[in-house]
């Protein structure tokens, strides 16, 4: 494929020209705000199933250049009524130095540090994430914003272990973990819509829920992921 960045000659605003999907009406991120958002009673909490994952499981935190990335076990699973969904990856975003704000999601115009996408498929209509991906509703993707406040453990999970792949295409194996530890407490609270992947090749087929109340990680954390 074409290499893409987030700014530069490659930057967000040439992704259109090289993917087809991207700068689409369905464009993720979105920003949350009031005119846009209708309150929605009928919308259950999230279910997680084998989201706290033994010790004894391993997932490989990689570099991909753009993100860092966990690749999870498909013992976990999400349920977003009808339909239930296996998780693939998680992966973060987040800003540097000069623009510190890097979640891609949004609240009333307020950008958060950084962010957490857990990427599933729907493994009830779909028998791998490839076809997923090419399907309209093949994907489900759960957003964690994350704001600095007090440090938090769960994430020293995936953050203790950066140093080891500051390159592109390094990877190494961690011990499984409750990555549920990484939500917010309220998984009732949620914006949902239906949009695209935020990177390119920006496919217009992810179920979106991005958790309305963000979790806390401290400065010294964020730190460490824009060094
Ligand atoms: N931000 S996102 O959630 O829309 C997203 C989903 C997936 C994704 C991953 C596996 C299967 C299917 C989709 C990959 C990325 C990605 C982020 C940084 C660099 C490269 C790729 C981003
Ligand atoms: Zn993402």
Redesign the pocket.
């Given at each position: 494929g074409y290499s893409w960045a987030y700014s530069g000659a490659h930057g967000e605003k040439t992704w259109p020209t090289n993917y087809g999907f991207c700068g689409g009406v369905y464009q993720?991120p979105l920003d949350f705000h009031e005119n846009i958002l209708q309150y929605d009673s009928s919308l259950r909490p999230i279910k997680l199933f084998g989201y706290d994952v033994a010790t004894a499981e391993s997932f490989t935190v990689s570099n991909?250049g753009?993100?860092v990335s966990v690749t999870l076990v498909p013992t976990m699973k999400i349920e977003i009524e009808p339909f239930h969904y296996t998780a693939?990856?998680l992966?973060l975003?987040w800003g540097h130095k000069n623009n510190p704000k890097g979640s891609?999601h949004c609240i009333e115009g307020r950008r958060f540090p950084a962010e957490v996408?857990v990427?599933h498929y729907n493994s009830d209509k779909y028998t791998d994430?490839t076809k997923a991906?090419e399907a309209a509703d093949g994907?489900a993707?759960l957003g964690i914003l994350i704001e600095v406040g007090s440090f938090n453990p769960s994430f020293e999970n995936i953050l203790s272990h950066l140093n080891s792949i500051k390159y592109k295409d390094q990877s190494i194996q961690i011990a499984g973990f409750n990555v549920q530890e990484l939500f917010p407490k309220r998984l009732d609270e949620y914006f949902r819509y239906e949009g695209s992947?935020?990177?390119p090749p920006c496919n217009p087929s992810?179920l979106w829920t991005v958790f309305r109340n963000p979790v806390l990680i401290s400065e010294a954390q964020v730190s460490l992921l824009e060094n």
């Open positions: 993720s991909n753009h993100s693939s990856q992966h975003h891609e996408h990427v994430i991906t994907l993707v992947l935020t990177t992810v």
